[in-house]
C-alpha cells in the first residue's frame, strides 16, 4: 500500500532475519518473527535519540553515528525533503551483533520511517537497493524489507530478488550466544578462493534448498543445509558449535545452521513435541564449550517492515 500523505511521524517495525540458511552463503535469508521498533518524528529542530530494550542496546550511538539516523539521512538527501529536526525512539528485541539481523533491521527501519516522512517519494525497490548499498550484502535487508524468504542475486550493483512464502508451519529454535560476534570479523576470517568441489557442494546445495522451502518438502530441506563456504572457517569464533548442530540433530530438528554471520544457531523442527528437547539440548551443549546463551523459540515471519496505522501493523512497501 503506498500512501502519498506525508504524515510528522511514524512507527515502523521490522523483524529480525537469519541469513545463508547454511549454504545460501550471501544470498538467502528468512524474517523472524521478533521485532525492532521505530518511531521517527519531525520536530522543531535537532537530533534526540532514545533507545529501550536489549542489555546490549545501551552500545548504539545516540548521535549522528547511529544507523537508523544514517538510514535517514541517504532518503532525505534522496528526497530533498529536509525535516527542521528528528527524534529517533527505538525499541531493541533483536539482540545485536549476534548474527540476527540487527544492523539490517536499523537500515531498513531508518530508511522505511525517512520515506514516510518524505510522502513515500521512494519504491520500495529504490529502498532496497539503499539498503543493499549500506549492508553491503543482501540476505538481512532483503528480508528485513520484504519478509518471508528471499533469495537474491547481485548484479554489479543490481539486485535481483524473489519472495519465497516461508516455512510457517516449521518452529525454529534459536540458540543466542552471551557474547557478540562482529560480522567484519567473521567475514575477515573468510578464504578468498575456495575449492572447486566446495563450490560445487554449496550450489547443489542451495539451490535444492530453494526448491525444498517453494515446494515445502522438509525432508529435503533438513538435508540440504550444509555449507563448505563459511561455517567450516567460522568454527573457531563460535566455541561448541559443531557439538550444538549434532546435539540440535540428535533430538529432532530437521538442520541446523549458523545464523548469519554468528554466533547465532538456528535449528528447524518440524515436530513441536521435540522442541524443549531441542532448546535443551542446545543450550546444554553450549554450555559444555563454556557458552551461556539464551534459547529463543520463533517462527518465520511471512511479512517484512511495516508501518502501525489506526493501531493495525500494514505494510507499507
Ligand atoms: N551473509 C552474511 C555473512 C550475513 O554470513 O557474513 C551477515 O549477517
Redesign the pocket.
Known amino acids: 500500500m503506498i500512501i502519498m500523505e506525508r504524515a510528522a511521524m511514524v512507527r515502523v517495525r521490522v523483524p529480525a532475519?537469519t541469513?545463508?540458511m547454511g549454504p545460501?552463503?550471501?544470498?538467502i535469508?528468512m524474517a523472524l518473527k521478533l521485532y525492532n521498533y521505530l518511531e521517527m518524528e519531525e520536530i522543531s529542530g535537532g537530533l534526540q535519540i532514545e533507545i529501550t530494550g536489549e542489555e546490549d542496546s545501551g552500545d548504539i550511538p545516540r548521535d549522528e553515528r547511529n544507523i537508523v539516523y544514517q538510514a535517514a539521512e541517504r532518503v532525505f538527501a534522496k528526497t530533498g525533503y529536509r525535516p527542521a529536526g528528528l527524534t529517533i525512539r527505538q525499541e531493541i528485541n533483536i539482540p545485536a551483533a549476534r548474527?540476527m539481523?540487527s544492523?539490517?533491521a536499523a537500515i531498513v527501519g531508518g530508511l522505511i520511517a525517512a520515506n514516510w516522512l518524505s510522502g513515500n517519494k521512494l519504491s520500495a525497490d529504490e529502498l532496497l537497493h539503499m539498503a543493499v548499498a549500506m549492508?553491503g550484502?543482501p540476505?538481512?535487508v532483503a528480508p528485513a524489507m520484504l519478509g518471508g524468504v528471499v533469495v537474491s542475486a547481485l548484479m554489479d550493483e543490481k539486485l535481483f530478488y524473489r519472495y519465497i512464502a516461508p516455512p510457517e508451519d516449521l518452529e525454529l529454535v534459536v540458540a543466542v550466544p552471551e557474547f557478540q560476534l562482529s560480522?567484519r570479523v567473521?567475514?575477515d576470517i573468510?578464504p578468498l578462493n575456495v575449492p572447486v568441489q566446495d563450490a560445487v557442494f554449496n550450489v547443489s546445495r542451495a539451490s535444492l534448498l530453494v526448491l525444498a522451502l517453494v515446494q515445502k518438502d522438509y525432508e529435503l530441506l533438513g538435508q540440504m543445509m550444509d555449507d563448505k563456504l563459511?561455517q567450516p572457517y567460522?568454527l573457531n569464533l563460535v566455541p561448541g558449535m559443531q557439538d550444538v548442530f549434532a546435539a540440535a540433530r540428535d533430538n529432532g530438528a530437521l538442520a541446523v545452521a549458523?545464523?548469519?554471520?554468528?554466533p547465532t544457531l538456528i535449528a528447524f523442527v518440524k515436530d513441536k513435541d521435540k522442541l524443549r528437547d531441542v532448546g535443551d539440548s542446545m543450550r546444554q551443549a553450549f554450555l559444555q564449550a563454556g557458552v551461556t546463551c539464551s534459547i529463543k523459540y520463533l517462527s518465520a515471519c511471512p511479512a517484512g517492515a511495516e508501518v502501525e496505522l489506526e493501531g493495525e501493523w500494514v505494510t507499507c512497501l
Not at 549458523?258 to 554468528?262: R, V
Request: net charge negative.
Open positions: 532475519t541469513a545463508n545460501g552463503f550471501d544470498t535469508g548474527g539481523g544492523s539490517a549492508e550484502h540476505d538481512n560480522t567473521a567475514r573468510l563459511h567460522r549458523l545464523s548469519g554471520a554468528g
